[in-house]
């Protein structure tokens, strides 16, 4: 059916047609949907051919499955800080797309599974990050020529959800001891450095004697998650719990079982070591926000506590201003004594004395 001169439609897709340098007509997709990227194919190729040059021919791309993208894509992102949580996501993606083929992803397919996970339970964060992946991927299939620029802008056109990352959960002085007591042998001090240095649990895993200085009293983290090294002081009880752990010869890591192996993880007798404090609604890391909302009750600056964990703006540090209203008071207060020369306290005595 013809629409246009030298362009007509075959199904959806747009084709072109035009005089080659031997004067026989050519036929080709524009392999689009877009007339006017057909157009501008059409044009391109008449303005070859009256430059004498010969069209170059597009690229026939095979029709790959998602599982052949996740094949390459996990051997490129070994390169990566984060490659054992990219690849257990990418394994969750593999039973949902695997045999699906690249071409058929679109904004409709991505926005229903994105619902799927929200109706199964899912946070949006958790969502978010499967997105993410997979909006990597198509960019490294199109990379890669394993599939065209039209799946990818369907797939990045699809938003990510909003997250609420306005939990706070963090325990007492009395319920931090509580856990404490409550944790097995080779759990307590994995707690104790992680209440006492806000430290990420991959980050204490991995710690390694040689990142430890106890004669300094410090611990440098050269590569952490946001990529910058980060020194956070002994304090001590660290220093004491450190002290008290056995050093295996051969193992460089600090915090190890009997046999000089680190742990992969602890969620379990994390968890049993919670119930027995009863504890509930509890994770890990919220150890890490017990850190800082304990050091925020405490008086110390945001900036000091933005630094101790690690982070590269104050955005993600602001969560926990609100647990330190007195600040706010403290800085009129000081305001007052800079531009008087009574201090607070003793206004407040004589206001007393002149009724």
């Not at 599982?67 to 990418?90: D, M, T």
Request: charged share 30%; aromatic share 8%; glycine share 6%.
């Amino acid at each position: 059916m013809a629409n246009h001169k030298g362009l007509y439609k075959r199904g959806n897709v747009w084709w072109i047609r035009y005089a080659g340098l031997d004067g026989r007509t050519r036929f080709e997709s524009s392999r689009s949907t877009s007339f006017k990227a057909a157009q501008a194919l059409l044009i391109q190729r008449k303005k070859d051919i009256q430059e004498g040059k010969a069209p170059i021919p597009i690229k026939r791309i095979a029709n790959h499955t998602f599982r052949e993208l996740a094949e390459q894509y996990i051997q490129w992102a070994q390169r990566q800080k984060a490659f054992k949580k990219k690849k257990a996501v990418i394994g969750l993606l593999l039973e949902v797309f695997g045999n699906t083929p690249l071409r058929h992803f679109n904004t409709r397919l991505l926005e229903e599974y994105q619902s799927k996970l929200l109706s199964d339970g899912k946070a949006p964060a958790t969502a978010n990050r499967r997105l993410a992946t997979i909006k990597h991927m198509f960019t490294k299939a199109v990379d890669w020529e394993m599939v065209e620029d039209e799946p990818l802008k369907k797939v990045r056109r699809v938003k990510l959800l909003t997250e609420n990352n306005r939990r706070l959960r963090y325990l007492s002085k009395e319920e931090t001891q509580a856990l404490v007591n409550a944790c097995q042998k080779h759990l307590r001090p994995i707690v104790v450095c992680a209440v006492n240095t806000g430290m990420r649990k991959g980050e204490i895993l991995s710690l390694r004697w040689d990142m430890v200085d106890l004669r300094h009293g410090f611990i440098l983290l050269s590569v952490t998650k946001n990529g910058e090294r980060r020194e956070i002081p002994i304090n001590r009880t660290l220093r004491e719990a450190l002290q008290g752990l056995v050093r295996h010869i051969d193992s460089p890591y600090v915090f190890t079982n009997d046999k000089g192996q680190r742990f992969d993880n602890v969620v379990r007798s994390f968890k049993s070591a919670c119930k027995r404090a009863g504890i509930t609604d509890f994770k890990f890391h919220d150890l890490r926000h017990t850190f800082a909302s304990q050091l925020v009750m405490a008086g110390i600056d945001i900036t000091t506590i933005k630094e101790l964990l690690g982070h590269k703006t104050l955005t993600m540090t602001l969560r926990y201003a609100h647990l330190a209203p007195s600040h706010k008071v403290k800085a009129v207060e000081m305001l007052e004594n800079a531009l008087t020369d009574q201090p607070t306290i003793q206004k407040l005595y004589n206001l007393g004395d002149s009724k």
